[in-house]
């Protein structure tokens, strides 16, 4: 198929662009490289041989997503594109709201102008708020505890109502853990702007010497230990569950939703000790005071997904700590100043086509 993947460059869709092309289909990006690099995608194309058209636009700019429909035929939508910091999105709600919401409206309004009626779009379990049953099921309660939560939480409402409206559509609505790790060759990964606000990359930096301590938002919480409970799963599988959405569901009618998760929880200092096992290195932290907002626990219960998709997470922690070291080692200063330079590329940057 011909598949539209917005955000792109991002962590996980970069990792998503590899196993598309790997699988045969035919991409186009788009990316405002806001929150992302252009390295990412010359690496997808260097990891895989292929070369994708690739453009510059800001989903706030409808035009430009025109442009993209009108040059290229389209099968379907994978839709990665939105900010997605949670502290952040406490600070700047509007700059979330227009960016996250107006810019998926923006989005459907130009596939049904070019008649593109699947979407997979990538929502995530903080949808489910802080205090939902655990293991948590696509039909439990939704109640977003933060901006960035209730963007996704309206996304997903609003792309209801298109189905309602447009019953022709399919949507699937993939509700993502904790993603962390890295594509094995250690070439992409994940490189977030500034002080890392998850606890992977945070970790890495501390095990590379970038960073001198791990603070550990609470260490009173109920559970095994002490410190927060998360279900972690690697981008990888993240990745391959987009592909089984576009292979199995988004050719059927309706509104599909899947916690995208393996089912298990780790706890912070279960992390630490994985991190520590992976990269040899010591990861000196503090336990500090909770962190506003955070669910003592959250985890999944993935059956539909592995029912009704085929679907199920294959990597276990060691190796999502594994292949997220490789990755930092590799990038101790992520994609801006890795070893790896353009200049080194197989193919010519041309290929790469960065047009308006
Ligand atoms: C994990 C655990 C923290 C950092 C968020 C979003 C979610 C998704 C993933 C976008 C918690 C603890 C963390 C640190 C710590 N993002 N921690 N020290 O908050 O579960 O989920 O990121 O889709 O939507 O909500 O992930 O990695 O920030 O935290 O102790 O420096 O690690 O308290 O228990 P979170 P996280």
Redesign the pocket.
């Known amino acids: 198929m011909a598949i539209l993947v917005t955000g792109g460059a991002g962590y996980i869709g970069s990792h998503t662009c590899i196993e598309l092309l790997q699988k045969g289909h035919d991409i186009v990006v788009i990316d405002n490289f806001s929150n992302s690099k252009q390295e990412a995608l010359r690496r997808v194309s260097r990891i895989t041989g292929k070369t994708f058209p690739i453009y510059a636009v800001d989903l706030l700019q409808k035009r430009d997503i025109q442009k993209v429909f009108a040059a290229h035929p389209i099968d379907a939508v994978v839709h990665f594109a939105g900010l ?1 910091a ?1 502290g952040e999105s406490a600070l700047f709600p509007l700059r979330y709201f227009q960016n996250n919401v107006t810019g998926t409206v923006n989005l459907c309004h130009v596939m049904m102008e070019f008649n593109v009626k699947r979407l997979v779009f990538s929502s ?3 949808v489910y708020g802080a205090t939902g049953q655990m293991p948590l099921r696509e039909d439990a309660a939704v109640h977003a505890i933060n901006p ?2 209730r963007t996704k939480l309206m996304i997903e409402e609003i792309l209801a109502d298109v189905y309602a409206a447009n019953p022709d559509w399919s949507i699937v609505l993939l509700r ?1 853990f ?2 962390i790790g890295a594509h094995e060759s250690g070439e992409i990964g994940e490189d977030p702007n500034g002080v ?5 990359p ?1 970790m890495a930096q501390v095990a590379i010497g970038n960073r001198q301590q ?5 260490g009173d919480y109920e559970t095994k230990d002490g ?4 279900d972690y799963i690697h981008v990888v599988d993240l990745a391959t569950g987009h592909l089984k959405a576009l292979e199995r569901t988004v050719h059927i009618p309706g509104v599909h939703t899947y916690n995208l998760g393996t089912g298990n929880g780790y706890s ?1 200092l279960e ?1 630490v000790a994985a991190f520590e096992g992976a990269s040899g290195r010591s990861i000196p932290y503090i336990i500090t005071n ?2 506003p907002g ?2 003592a626990v ?1 985890y999944a219960d993935p059956r539909k997904a592995k029912q009704e998709l085929g679907w199920q997470a294959m990597r276990g922690v060691e190796r999502m700590c594994m292949d997220t070291w490789r990755w930092q080692v590799k990038n101790p200063h992520g994609y801006e100043r890795s070893r790896i330079s353009a200049k080194h590329l197989s193919h010519p940057l041309s290929e790469l086509s960065l047009q308006k």
């Not at 791990?214 to 609470?218: C, E, F, Q, T």
Request: aromatic share 12%; net charge positive; glycine share 10%.
């Open positions: 997605k949670v995530s379990a903080t960035y939560g993502y904790n993603p890392p606000n998850n606890l992977l945070y791990l603070s550990i938002y609470g410190t927060g409970v998360r912070v992390m909770r962190r955070d669910a959250c």
